[in-house]
């Protein structure tokens, strides 16, 4: 019998039919979708006269450009009003379930899905966003789309997807002090860059993700397509299944039993082949912060910023190019370095968990002077939790703002912006030029590295605050 990887297993169940030459026509058991990528789509169905085929298998939510303050209130920006409204107005023309403002399950889509119990082991998932793969975590084939295919899926319940190739990155050993998830992700980044997952779907395995959490797990995972990569999944285990059972849209009783007897079989065969694999030590990883304009262009807090020893004349021109942007000059340290705003929130980091870790690190503290702190949940439901246990009080305490759920600082579609020139440290996933706002200049980092920055006023080591 042919040795199959966990990828092999949920694409090959999900063909409907092989294109000779040609890609596979995949069919979707779940369909994300929020208020930016989905009016055209409902638009050309309509001009089509096609209804959508299953609208069961489709859950919306406004997220990307929604306001986080006063979202009880009429969205003041005419742009984003709009695309609210659309999304509202075809929901209920075509019968999909809405979570929206100040519904108990609004957020981010990427969010609220794994929290509802949606997101389930050997599913494919897709969304017109490209950190759909943050699902893979539960063991999904979960990937982003363009609105042309989110209209596909409206209409058909199917893609036409060629088979990406399969990777699979190995991290095994114990974490060492102040080393995240997301410390785990940039630091494979930076070893393998912005590109290096190209035309790969990845696995990741070892000890060291064995050992995260379904939260973890999900950073992990959301930030595959930082690297290039199609999507990343990890293989469901009793840490998925403990984190599934009694939400909202897992099975019940003896079908909650057959599901998860069905799960345990969702993993790679001893022998499986891949066509790339990697292996790394945990111990090497350290808190890892980025410095330039792509999230390749990682180190660790502790490191100086690279020199252009080396780099021939295209490449060294373009890492100029991106150190101008960013006002930092090659062989200097990172650490020390001033910062004007820290973000936590997002896809990325904006789960309950991620809030807990900064609480915890700035409980008796006070934020520096020269620092703006953002903490934006991710879900009404992470808010709701956040008050309940007290973590509110304590960010309230040292000097953060607490804002209303929603996409955020993570990118300049709604009203928190970063101001030009100004630095921010952010648990978000991409540091392009001008993602958070024009001219602003954004670092990516964990949510403890992020907070040792606020409290620092400048790029610090949380190891070195821990105790102090």
């Not at 095994?172 to 035309?199: F, N, P, Q, R």
């Not at 060294?316 to 973000?343: Q, R």
């Amino acid at each position: 019998m042919e040795k199959k990887t966990l990828f092999d297993k949920i694409w090959d169940a999900h063909v409907v039919k092989s294109i000779p030459n040609g890609p596979d026509v995949f069919f979707i058991d779940k369909h994300f979708i929020h208020e930016v990528t989905s009016p055209v789509a409902f638009l050309n169905l309509e001009q089509r006269g096609v209804p959508v085929l299953y609208p069961e298998r489709t859950i919306a939510t406004p997220d990307h450009n929604v306001p986080t303050v006063d979202q009880d209130k009429t969205i003041k920006d005419k742009l984003s009003r709009m695309q609210v409204d659309k999304l509202r107005e075809n929901c209920k023309k075509y019968g999909i379930e809405l979570h929206d403002l100040g519904t108990d399950h609004h957020g981010i889509v990427h969010v609220i899905g794994p929290e509802l119990g949606v997101t389930q082991p050997g599913m494919t998932i897709v969304c017109g966003d490209s950190h759909t793969s943050t699902h893979g975590a539960f063991g999904t084939i979960a990937f982003g789309i363009g609105t042309s295919e989110v209209e596909m899926v409206l209409a058909t319940q199917c893609i036409m997807q060629a088979k990406p190739k399969k990777m699979r990155i190995t991290v095994d050993g114990e974490l060492g002090k102040g080393v995240t998830s997301k410390d785990i992700i940039l630091y494979i980044i930076s070893k393998i860059s912005a590109s290096g997952g190209t035309g790969y779907f990845i696995e990741y395995a070892g000890s060291a993700i064995r050992n995260l959490s379904m939260e973890a797990r999900m950073t992990i995972c959301n930030m595959s397509i930082e690297m290039g990569a199609r999507g990343g999944l990890i293989a469901p285990d009793d840490t998925t299944f403990n984190y599934l059972e009694g939400k909202q849209y897992v099975p019940k009783g003896e079908d909650w039993d057959k599901a998860v007897a069905n799960w345990k079989t969702l993993k790679t065969d001893e022998g499986a082949v891949f066509d790339l694999e990697y292996h790394y030590d945990a111990a090497d990883i350290e808190p890892m912060i980025t410095y330039g304009t792509n999230p390749g262009m990682g180190i660790k807090v502790k490191d100086i910023i690279p020199t252009t020893e080396g780099m021939d004349g295209s490449t060294k021109k373009t890492y100029l190019k991106s150190l101008d942007y960013m006002g930092f000059n090659p062989g200097d340290p990172i650490k020390g370095k001033k910062v004007d705003y820290v973000f936590v929130g997002s896809c990325t980091n904006g789960r309950i968990e991620d809030i807990r870790s900064v609480a915890q690190f700035v409980k008796g503290k006070k934020k520096a002077d020269n620092i703006t702190a953002w903490i934006v949940p991710g879900s009404r439901e992470v808010e709701k939790k956040a008050i309940e246990e007290g973590l509110v009080a304590i960010l309230e305490e040292a000097g953060f703002k607490l804002r209303q759920p929603g996409c955020s600082a993570c990118l300049a579609m709604n009203d928190d912006k970063i101001p030009s020139g100004k630095y921010a440290v952010s648990t978000s996933n991409r540091n392009f030029e001008g993602r958070q706002g024009p001219g602003a200049r954004t670092l990516l980092a964990s949510p403890l590295t992020v907070a040792a920055v606020a409290i620092a006023g400048e790029i610090a080591d949380p190891r070195e605050i821990f105790d102090n």
